[in-house]
């Protein structure tokens, strides 16, 4: 994978989770690597 893509910080932003808590990509700065499943089957 190209390094220029990998070794960029993401910008911060926010989504309701299933419960309906807010999640701020910011809350997850701190771990090593974060994963995200955006799954439209959900809704």
Aim: no cysteine.
């Amino acid at each position: 994978m190209d390094s220029k893509l990998t070794d960029k910080q993401a910008s911060d932003f926010e989504l309701m989770d299933t419960t309906g808590r807010k999640i701020r990509l910011s809350d997850y700065r701190s771990a090593k690597n974060v994963v995200l499943v955006f799954n439209r089957s959900l809704y």
